[in-house]
């Protein structure tokens, strides 16, 4: 519920989500209750659906906003065109052109305007003013708005009202980990038990990230990754107090804080 908090501050009423997780359902409407969660696969919800439950006619919705995943675009994964995920924008496309809302945001990972993933950026935005939208589309990074974490992503915004603009910087130097996670620590610190990562959580340097730690241990020929595979060190990281955290994800083991143990949730809340 982190984008329907966002349009609330903003002063929107929101009236409806969808989302095909039924613990994320759980967690969404036990911080917005008055809102009407579709538990639903998004191929298989129509615009018809939407209108019967909100009351709304075509065109009436001022704003339809919505976060495909981003799985097939992001730049930790595979990058593949085919993948299925890829498809559930053609679905928000699909909600778009039949309700015809006023305004519209997409929401997606920078990588999905980087390198081979541009043609697919492009066929979006064709795609929507193909439908009468005047439509911008960048990356905006999370850092520029006070939050402590490089998290870059790509927005399209497009309206049938006004010609859209980012919204402009709050934040003119970013706040680091260390600034943002001063007097918040655990209880109970919590170290990594297997030899490989907690042998990365202690000898990694600060920002140093798995891969290049990997290559590094295999360059001195240590023996304990000495014949590993890169495979999931790619998206692991030990934090630089000095700089925004990187990425938060769902995986603990991802990010290691810069004394060698795991992040508290909330310490990864607050970042």
């Known amino acids: 519920g982190g984008s329907s908090m966002g349009y609330k501050?903003?002063?929107?009423?929101?009236?409806?989500?969808?989302?095909?997780?039924?613990?994320?359902?759980?967690t969404y409407e036990a911080n917005h209750p008055d809102t009407h969660i579709f538990n639903a696969d998004i191929r298989h919800l129509t615009a018809a659906d939407i209108m019967a439950k909100t009351g709304l006619a075509v065109g009436e919705l001022d704003l339809l906003g919505g976060s495909p995943p981003c799985q097939g675009f992001s730049t930790a994964g595979a990058r593949k065109f085919d993948d299925d995920r890829n498809t559930l924008f053609s679905d928000q496309l699909?909600?778009?052109?039949?309700?015809?809302?006023?305004?519209?945001?997409?929401?997606n990972v920078a990588g999905m305007v980087r390198g081979k993933m541009k043609t697919y950026a492009r066929s979006v935005i064709s795609e929507l003013r193909s439908m009468d939208y005047q439509v911008i589309c960048g990356v905006v990074p999370a850092t520029a708005f006070g939050v402590p974490q490089l998290r870059p992503?790509?927005?399209?915004?497009?309206?049938?009202?006004?010609?859209?603009?980012?919204?402009?910087?709050?934040?003119?130097?970013?706040?680091?980990?260390?600034?943002?996670?001063?007097?918040?620590?655990?209880?109970?610190?919590?170290?990594?038990?297997?030899?490989?990562?907690?042998?990365?959580?202690?000898?990694?340097?600060?920002?140093?990230?798995?891969?290049?730690?990997?290559?590094?241990?295999?360059?001195?020929?240590?023996?304990?990754?000495?014949d590993k595979k890169d495979g999931s060190w790619f998206t692991k990281q030990k934090m630089d107090p000095n700089k925004p955290s990187p990425t938060i994800t769902k995986t603990k083991d991802d990010l290691i804080h810069w004394t060698g143990r795991y992040l508290s949730i909330k310490e990864a809340a607050v970042l």
Not at 185 to 190: L, T, V
């Open 94 to 107: 699909r909600l778009i052109r039949d309700l015809q809302p006023k305004t519209i945001i997409i929401e």
């Open 9 to 26: 501050l903003a002063g929107s009423e929101v009236l409806a989500m969808v989302e095909f997780d039924p613990v994320a359902c759980r």
């Open 153 to 226: 992503r790509t927005f399209y915004i497009g309206s049938r009202l006004f010609c859209p603009v980012f919204p402009k910087p709050t934040c003119q130097r970013a706040v680091t980990a260390h600034q943002a996670l001063k007097g918040i620590g655990p209880e109970k610190p919590e170290y990594p038990k297997s030899p490989m990562m907690g042998h990365f959580a202690r000898k990694a340097r600060p920002g140093e990230k798995g891969s290049g730690f990997l290559a590094r241990q295999k360059k001195v020929g240590h023996p304990l990754w000495r």
